[in-house]
């Protein structure tokens, strides 16, 4: 398989430049449509406390392919994410990841477990789409849609993966830079546009983030991730979530839960992976340790349910010997963990009915079925991946937001902390030890198909037709779980010899071939290779293969022939200056 080229970022003024097009020429952000874009109620309140900070809404993107490049991020918060767990960072940053590697045919597997961007670029990112939300969210355009108060967001920093790598001046500096941010932002503050102008000398927050979720991942052992905490207490002065793996139940009950009570009978655990991690016994002390050692120390401790899990790679529709398991069944490994880790720690948990100090949060499965429940275990926040790689997209977040906020007014709350109260008596009122304990319940019992195999045998729909360069069902698919926002569309209303409602075109340059638009795409073929492929950087351009377009500055296109391709510029050209088209780049290299 030839080595997939890296994602190479847009420019501030890029993105900004395409948010203001889109937007002015049809009421849409990176193809996100404005009755996607969240509004608050003004008689529920959906904020909550991360590790101290307020937050609108208890969702966001999990670190993922979703808190990677500045778009997604910003897609994510106009969805109504409210806590963003930015994609972990690590000091090996030029990994060479294995295509396909997303895998969400039915439930969801992936081979993809660090950042794909170097560690400077990475800090770029996330400094750029902190400074578009708040461009955003002061942008008089928006007013209408976004209300007058959006509410506070929250940065969560993910880093991974050993001391020594955390240790170094790349990640050290990269931790140190998102506490201070002032030199970036300045940096990037020339990049804004005319069309911008007005909010050009914006006031930046330079404290883009002082949490840190560390991943420990598989294998990682107790003594280094006690020592990673310390560490970045001691060294950096943040506050600090460790995130815990599903083997923590152990090889027997995970196996009696996803081979036996769910009925995977394809999925393969892997021993070994189960010997090698943290210990349950060992976790409960060390929760209890830590917590005391940050709290200490002025500082605040949390732990996050959980990390994927891993297993044999049965499919072999990515490559590699293993895989990592999501969605449905991880969602009840987490529930089930959680759960246990509530009766071993009596009062140490920030739960209902515990009232700990140790935060809670949650990252397994979350979907708008499952929300409402998942939410009033306590938890805070819950993030989302598997769910925002499936149709729709981040336009799946608003819908989540209003069934939680018909929930709580359901329950006669305006806020949810009295909402999980009044669930809390509730579930003790049916025998439920707490709300964990009934959530278990749930997903094991009368919820069970939801989160069976039985439930997630459905393969996405397909037609018999051969997918075209200028031609589709315009499903819209490729554009919604593309988890880099490679893919946008463009109508051809009006356009002569252009027949259909729009066409697909992907920036290449934003586009990891991870392999899920052509899972979803119904028609047979793989988008990422078919449909237009534009680039905007010359040297992209020049070590590609295939057809593909350079959009070059003033306007003019070049083509790299394959096959006539040749005459598609005609094509291609008509539908970048439509009305609705692309802004193109300016004779500096911007678009």
């Known amino acids: 398989m030839p080595e997939t080229a890296p994602l190479t970022p847009m420019s501030l003024e890029q993105l900004l430049r395409r948010i203001h097009h889109e937007w002015t020429t049809r009421q849409r952000i990176f193809d996100l449509p404005s009755g996607r874009i969240w509004k608050p109620d003004d008689d529920v309140d959906l904020s909550f406390e991360f590790m101290g900070r307020p937050a609108a809404t208890p969702i966001g993107p999990a670190a993922g392919p979703h ?20 994609k972990t960072v690590q000091v090996l940053d030029d990994l060479d990841i294995a295509r396909p590697c997303i895998d969400m045919q039915t439930i969801g597997y992936n081979i993809e477990w660090s950042q794909e961007l170097e560690v400077d670029q990475s800090l770029g990112e996330y400094v750029k789409a902190w400074m ?25 920093l993910s880093v991974g993966y050993d001391l020594a790598g955390i240790q170094t001046e790349k990640v050290a500096g990269f931790i140190r830079s998102m506490g201070d941010a002032s030199e970036e932002i300045e940096r990037l503050r020339p990049q804004i546009p005319e069309v911008f102008g007005e909010l050009a000398d914006l006031d930046f927050p330079s404290a883009v983030a002082d949490t840190v979720t560390l ?24 506050d600090v979530i460790v995130k815990l793996n599903p083997t923590l139940l152990g090889l027997d009950r995970v196996r009696e839960i996803v081979n036996d009570r769910l009925g995977y009978d394809d999925v393969r655990l892997v021993p070994q992976a189960f010997e090698e991690d943290l210990q349950f016994a060992r976790a409960v002390e060390l929760i209890a340790e830590l917590n005391a050692y940050v709290t200490t120390r002025g500082h605040r401790f949390g732990i996050k349910l959980t990390n994927t899990l891993v297993v044999a790679n049965h499919k072999q529709w990515m490559p590699e010997d293993t895989m990592y398991l999501s969605g449905p069944p991880l969602h009840v490994l987490a529930t089930a963990l959680a759960d246990e880790l509530a009766v071993a720690l009596p009062g140490v948990l920030m739960l209902p009915g515990h009232d700990g100090q140790v935060q809670v949060s949650f990252s397994a499965g979350v ?6 429940d998942t939410i009033a275990m306590g938890v805070r926040p819950a993030t989302i991946c598997s769910d925002l790689l499936k149709p729709g997209g981040y336009g799946r977040l608003a819908p989540m937001l209003r069934t939680l906020a018909d929930a709580v007014r359901g329950g006669g709350a305006t806020d949810l902390t009295s909402w999980r109260a009044g669930r809390l008596r509730d579930a003790r009122d049916h025998n439920h030890r707490d709300l964990v304990a009934e959530h278990r319940d749930r997903v094991l019992g009368v919820d069970r198909a939801r989160y069976s195999l039985e439930g997630n045998s459905k393969l996405p729909r397909s037609v018999e037709h051969e997918l075209q360069t200028w031609g589709c069902v315009a499903c819209n698919f490729c554009v919604t779980v593309c988890p880099n926002d490679a893919f946008f569309k463009i109508p051809t209303g009006g356009l002569e010899g252009l027949e259909g409602r729009q066409q697909y075109l992907v920036f290449s340059e934003l ?12 028609e047979d073929g793989d988008p990422a290779q078919i449909k237009p492929r534009l680039y905007l950087d010359e040297g992209r351009f020049d070590a590609a293969e295939g057809p593909r377009f350079l959009v070059g500055t003033g306007q003019a296109i070049d083509v790299m022939p394959a096959d006539g391709a040749d005459h598609h510029v005609p094509t291609l050209l008509q539908l970048l200056t439509s009305a609705e088209g692309l802004p193109l780049p300016t004779e500096n290299g911007a678009a």
Do not use: Y
């Not at 979907?367 to 409402?372: A, G, R």
């Open 367 to 372: 979907t708008k079925e499952n929300l409402v």
């Open 132 to 156: 578009i939300i708040e461009i955003l969210r002061r942008w008089p355009p928006l007013a209408e849609h976004l209300g007058p108060d959006t509410g506070p967001h929250v940065f969560d």
């Open 67 to 86: 808190s990677q490049m500045a778009q997604n991020i910003v897609l994510a918060w106009l969805g109504g994410s409210r806590l963003f767990e930015l």
């Open 215 to 238: 991943s420990t991942f598989h294998g990682c052992p107790p003594d280094e991730i006690e020592a990673i905490t310390k560490h970045l207490v001691d060294e950096h002065d943040v």
């Open 511 to 522: 586009c990891n071939e991870c392999g899920n638009c052509m899972t979803f795409c119904p």
